[in-house]
């Protein structure tokens, strides 16, 4: 039977593990659904909240809505894939169903269709929307996601083209969300007054940033 390049991927770097019990316990940290998710979280608040400029700070706002906007419509469109389509390619086999040897380091068997993978659609899409407004920000991001990618193939989670697929889509519904949100003026902009209404995303009257969340403090305002 002819192994498709997707198979030899994954054979190889799923066959990375068992060389060094110190590697795979730190892999399956990293694949597990709550470090690199916590970790994005954290980034977006530095995103929010910290700038160089008012006008950086302005748009790195908006780059977290845009990532919003785009985890929130990438879901939807893998859920009607998967879920309302039910459509059998989207599932992939694993372990003796997969015709090739699996080693499955990670704490559960997989349930949910192996492609598109949703780790890496939404760790894209987080990426995309802030990579609109702060590049730096963005492309840290994008490596924090293609190293949840990698991790979630070498624990035999995932085939490389899973991880592939999930973020090809996560890229193109943000970046065409970003693009169609000034259709829905003025609903965007009313969403962003809510944190403002809460003083959590308030932009100083001056050149002064200050980093900390003004629900805190509004020290810029003393005399």
């Not at 730190?26 to 994005?40: Q, R």
């Not at 608040?45 to 845009?66: C, D, H, M, Y």
Request: proline share 5%; with cysteine.
């Amino acid at each position: 039977m002819r192994v498709s390049p997707d198979w030899q991927l994954f054979e190889w770097i799923n066959g990375l593990t068992g060389n060094n019990d110190t590697v795979d316990n730190i892999i399956k940290f990293i694949a597990n659904d709550y470090f690199i998710t916590v970790t994005i979280v954290l980034i977006l608040l530095g995103v929010w909240f910290g700038a160089r400029s008012i006008e950086q700070r302005k748009r790195n706002q908006w780059g977290v809505v845009w990532a919003a906007v785009g985890v929130g419509f990438t879901s939807l469109f893998i859920h009607i894939l998967n879920r309302v389509l039910d459509i059998d390619l989207w599932f992939r086999p694993y372990d003796d169903g997969a015709g090739h040897a699996v080693n499955r380091i990670f704490g559960y068997a997989p349930s949910d269709p192996s492609f598109p993978a949703n780790s890496a659609a939404v760790a894209f899409a987080f990426a995309t929307g802030v990579f609109m407004a702060n590049r730096k920000a963005g492309v840290v991001m994008y490596c924090i996601g293609a190293l949840w990618g990698f991790s979630r193939v070498f624990s035999g989670i995932h085939y490389p083209l899973d991880i592939i697929g999930g973020a090809a889509i996560a890229i193109i519904i943000t970046y065409v969300m970003k693009k169609a949100l000034p259709l829905l003026e003025p609903l965007p902009t009313l969403f962003l007054a809510i944190p403002k209404k809460l003083h959590l995303s308030d932009i100083p009257v001056d050149t002064t940033i200050n980093w900390r969340p003004v629900l805190f403090t509004k020290w810029w305002q003393k005399s």
